[in-house]
């Protein structure tokens, strides 16, 4: 391929076959993922007591 060696052409080809196999396994396992499945609740992180990760009750 454009005069360089197999093995350059090789490993470079094998790059980008990984690369379009890894977007695509990405793209089908997250493509499902929707913001309405997050847990929002009306409690505020600011709030005193407040846990940081869940915004709910108290920290632990």
């Not at 690369?19 to 493509?31: E, G, H, N, P, Q």
């Not at 913001?35 to 108290?58: R, W």
Request: aromatic share 14%; hydrophobic share 45%; charged share 20%.
């Amino acid at each position: 391929m454009f005069g360089l060696p197999l093995s350059t052409t090789l490993i470079m080809g094998g790059v980008m076959l990984f690369w379009v196999v890894y977007t695509i396994v990405f793209y089908l396992r997250t493509a499902d993922w929707v913001v309405e499945d997050a847990d929002y609740s009306t409690s505020s992180v600011d709030e005193p007591g407040a846990d940081p990760l869940t915004g709910k009750g108290e920290a632990r």
